[in-house]
T-cell receptor
Framework: DTGVSQDPRHKITKRGQNVTFRCDPI?????LYWYRQTLGQGPEFLTY????????KSRLLSDRFSAERPKGSFSTLEIQRTEQGDSAMYLC?????????????FGPGTRLTVL | RKEVEQDPGPFNVPEGATVAFNCTYS??????FFWYRQDCRKEPKLLMS???SGNEDGRFTAQLNRASQYISLLIRDSKLSDSATYLC??????????????FGTGTLLAVQP
């Protein structure tokens, strides 16, 4: 399977715990995005990487959230001291720099439940 | 006010019906426009881009009216397999090279046999 993969697919945690999600983009894609989606809403942009550089962060990304893409390949999204409001689907997407602006390919997402 | 607004539906239509979805966006400088489809508990997938000249892909027709900041999607001869959430998407001009996607809430379509 050469699509975007995310791990884990589901995560249940207690309030106050730290969690980390991983995204493996399509191999030749140099752009990587994180989005968050809650029930009944469309995905909301969180952050963007071009290769290893994090070029944009949404105001939604509080200081409890940190994302990395150390070698310009896979990316991790960490949430510290989770809160119940962090419960959502976390989606990763990738695209190729020279591709069209709308051609983002999404992974299956990590569903986070904070108890 | 949300940057992209859609009627959340649900739209319940019989097979074979024609259904139209509308969307408005608030940023007049928005650059690019799309419809994405999201099946239940699945990731969004690009359905089609939207151009001012209008574009058609089989049973699907998309239209953009920049003056009214309005985007539409028409589905003809609805199939059961068209049942999904249709997300209206724009890319804001201020994002530079980011090309982040700004999504509406989505419109749920349920095609009935």
């Amino acid at each position: 399977d050469t699509g975007v993969s995310q791990d884990p697919r589901h995560k249940i945690t207690k309030r106050g715990q730290n969690v980390t999600f991983r995204c493996d983009p399509i191999s030749e894609h140099n752009r990587l995005y994180w989005y968050r989606q809650t029930l009944g809403q469309g995905p909301e942009f969180l952050t963007y990487f071009q290769n290893e550089a994090q070029l944009e962060k949404s105001r939604l990304l509080s200081d409890r959230f940190s994302a990395e893409r150390p070698k310009g390949s896979f990316s991790t999204l960490e949430i510290q001291r989770t809160e119940q409001g962090d419960s959502a689907m976390y989606l990763c997407a990738s695209s190729f720099l020279a591709g069209g602006p709308g051609e983002q390919f999404f992974g299956p997402g990590t569903r986070l439940t904070v108890l | 006010r949300k940057e992209v607004e859609q009627d959340p539906g649900p739209f319940n239509v019989p097979e074979g019906a024609t259904v139209a979805f509308n969307c408005t966006y608030s940023n007049s400088a928005s650059q690019s426009f799309f419809w994405y489809r999201q099946d239940c508990r699945k990731e969004p997938k690009l359905l089609m881009s939207v151009y001012s000249s209008g574009n058609e892909d089989g049973r699907f027709t998309a239209q953009l009216n920049r003056a009214s900041q309005y985007i539409s999607l028409l589905i003809r001869d609805s199939k059961l397999s068209d049942s999904a959430t249709y997300l209206c998407v724009v890319t804001p001009s201020a994002s530079g090279a980011t090309n982040k996607l700004i999504f509406g809430t989505g419109t749920l379509l349920a095609v009935q046999p």
